[in-house]
């Protein structure tokens, strides 16, 4: 594989952002690289929290099973981003399934290793330190608006962060660079598949998205953006 792509990916992977390319050089050749086809499943939900992992390329999905068998996602991660970070807090299970969505590369680190780059890299512990935060954080808001928010208003919040995290500029728009069905976004937004679809085809008459087989195209940003911060929706 290309090292020098590694090493960038890994110099802007959140956990190693600012250390040395000595570090970085010495951190990717502790890594063990880890394929995955789309569909297979890295992580069970409740498994040890042994491993940690960056993605090099393709993209993964977390869920989440509550008490009564529902299935929530939670996330989508890309290239750069970590999966298995409960292993950076030395936390005991893992709290969801990670799913690959598509062909995926990643590079893994066991959670005695991590640790000891933690140790010897005070910059990557404080970095760990703010990722838990910044998590703990998106928790918090997902929480005010699934307890707060008008659906509609959820469904956007939903819609936007998805774009910023994988959305690709298009002609036609924002696009989410993932396949993303309407069941997918009623797991994310709380909500149920017969509101996602009314609301969709009512934005999609005002040009807001554009919406199909599992492909959601944001076409008007700032209209969005003014749906998720409305009061009165």
């Known amino acids: 594989m290309d090292r020098q792509l590694d090493l960038d990916i890994l110099g802007r992977t959140e956990i190693f952002r600012g250390l040395p ?3 970085l050089a010495e951190i990717r050749a502790a890594a063990v690289r880890k394929p995955l086809a789309a569909g297979d499943v890295l992580l069970q939900q409740d498994d040890p929290a042994t491993t ?7 993209r993964l999905r977390i869920t989440q099973a509550t008490a009564d068998g529902q299935q929530v996602i939670l996330r989508y991660l890309g290239s750069g ?4 970070y409960t292993a950076l807090y030395g936390g005991a299970n893992h709290p969801g399934t990670i799913t690959a969505l598509d062909v995926t590369e990643l590079l893994a680190w066991n959670a ?4 000891g780059f933690l140790a010897k890299y005070p910059a990557a512990a ?6 838990l935060g910044s998590r703990y954080h998106d928790m918090q808001v997902r929480l005010r608006e699934l307890s707060t928010e008008r659906v509609e208003r959820r469904i956007a919040h939903t819609i936007l ?3 910023q995290q994988a959305g690709r500029r298009t002609a036609r728009g924002i696009e989410i ?6 069941q997918d976004l009623a797991e994310m937004a709380g909500t ?3 509101t996602v679809s009314r609301t969709l085809s009512g934005w999609e008459e005002r040009g807001v998205i554009d919406s199909g087989r599992r492909r959601v195209i944001v076409r008007n940003t700032p209209a969005l953006m003014e749906i998720a911060e409305d009061d009165a929706q």
């Open 126 to 131: 404080l970095n760990a330190v703010a990722i």
């Open 112 to 115: 005695a290793t991590i640790a």
């Open 161 to 163: 962060r998805l774009a």
């Open 21 to 23: 390319a000595s570090a």
């Open 192 to 194: 149920t598949l017969h």
């Open 52 to 58: 940690f992992y960056v993605i090099v390329s393709g």
């Open 177 to 182: 660079a993932f396949p993303l069905s309407r």
């Open 81 to 84: 981003e970590m999966a298995g």
